[in-house]
């Protein structure tokens, strides 16, 4: 298995986006170990769900946990830009067309206990290449291998694409950001993951106002600036 460096930062001083993730990992992991292979979406587009998908995996390796990032969202994704790296890499889309082997998109990257499949080139199929076998077979051997399978997959609002990976996963999660979506389309999209057969284990709240919570800022900033 091949190496990458990927560049995540995360500041250890938001104490109020540290503890959301450590809580998100909680749930996650009180939600029951049948729940290994989870898939985040959104509604739609830029709600943030790559950016959450990617700190909860590097969350669960802080906790010990094995993880594998798998990103499927084949369309548009930004993970690979995020994470830094330079250049093409054989990615899921290769995989999924027969062009490349586990073992050549599969990467162990510098954060310890996070491996990472990236989405590989823009195919002319996406939906038909997540609804494949391969795919399907792909998720059933990371499951085996890893603590758990974060998949970043496409807004479930816009393509179908998110529908079809949920299919193979065990829960999804939905991230939304405030004030942006109404509650009959969230509605709407928590119905499509639902018709997928994928349990649903919540929504993450994101992009959300807290420069009005001054109790909240004033107690915890207080505390983790103390302890810091």
Known sequence: MREIRINYMRDEKDFRTNEAYKTLRTNIEFAGDINKSIVLTSCTPREGKSSIALGLA????????????????LRKSVIAGRCGIRGKVKGLTHLLAGRASITEVLFRTNISGLHMIFSGLVPPNPSELLGGKRFEQLIMFLRDHYDYVIVDAPPIGSVIDAAVVAKNCDAAVLVVEQGKITGKFIQQTKMQIEKAGCNILGVVLNKVDLSNDKYYGKYYGQYYGEQA
């Open 58 to 73: 590097v969350t669960l390796t802080e906790a010990g946990k094995n993880v594998v990032f798998v990103d499927a969202d």
